[in-house]
């Protein structure tokens, strides 16, 4: 009987002593994972986190532990639907400027893809959104793009109309040559037709590197 007893105290402290016991608990136990020493836990979160280190902002203060069989996902992983993304960064054509921040702009704009820079943004995850890492990042990818207020239809009819008195360069934010335009009345006619042309073969086109508006 007491030979029994000492057994079944010894099968008892093994189990509560062995490291794999401790890393099963641990792992279903997300509130302490710091206190795993050994197992698969703590070598899948190493290098995850090591990851995201490089590019994390300041806040980071909202990630969660990771838990490997938990529904988080890493937060530079979400779409774009859950991310608050600053405009890229306009360098107006100084090199140096850029070189100096290594991502933005030197250009916007371009009809083609492979006119078009692209550069990288900073994104922050909407702050109800749950998930694992830093939740300001870099993403990359995002065009030298922007919209603001141009209309393709619009322009050509104010060219074909208007186009002596220069409303059509006026309104694209040349106000230089749309000055000239008006005082000679259009090239007396020769440069309000020239005009019409550079606007369907997509030469002339917004001062500040905007693109025609997509929507009508
Ligand atoms: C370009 O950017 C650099 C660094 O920001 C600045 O020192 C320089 O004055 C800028 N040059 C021009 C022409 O704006």
Not at 132 to 143: E, H, I, L, M, N
Not at 144 to 162: A, E, G, K, N, P
Not at 169 to 188: H, N
Request: include cysteine; glycine fraction near 8%; aromatic fraction near 12%.
């Amino acid at each position: 009987m007491q030979r029994k007893l000492i057994v079944y105290s010894v099968v008892l402290s093994f189990l509560i002593v062995n490291p794999v016991t401790q890393a099963i608990q641990a792992r279903s136990d997300k509130e302490q994972p710091q206190t795993v020493v050994s197992g698969t836990a703590v070598q899948s979160v190493v290098p995850v986190q090591s990851q995201s280190q490089p590019q994390a902002g300041t806040n980071s203060q909202a990630s969660s532990n990771f838990n490997p069989l938990g529904p988080n996902v890493l937060c530079s992983f979400l779409p774009r639907d859950f991310l608050e993304c600053k405009e890229p960064i306009d360098h107006r054509n100084n090199e140096t400027a850029w070189k100096e921040k290594g991502y933005g702009c030197l250009h916007f704009g371009g009809s083609f893809y492979a006119d078009v820079e692209h550069t990288r943004v900073q994104c922050t995850v909407y702050t109800d959104i749950d998930c694992y890492g830093a939740r300001t990042f870099f993403r990359d990818g995002v065009p030298c793009v922007r919209y603001t207020d141009h209309y393709f239809v619009t322009t050509l009819i104010y060219s074909m109309l208007l186009g002596f008195l220069g409303m059509d360069r006026f309104c694209l934010g040349q106000t230089g040559t749309a000055v000239g335009k008006l005082l000679t009345m259009g090239g007396v006619g020769v440069w309000w037709i020239i005009d019409v042309i550079l606007l369907i073969t997509n030469n002339l086109l917004p001062e500040d590197g905007s693109n025609w508006n997509p929507y009508v």
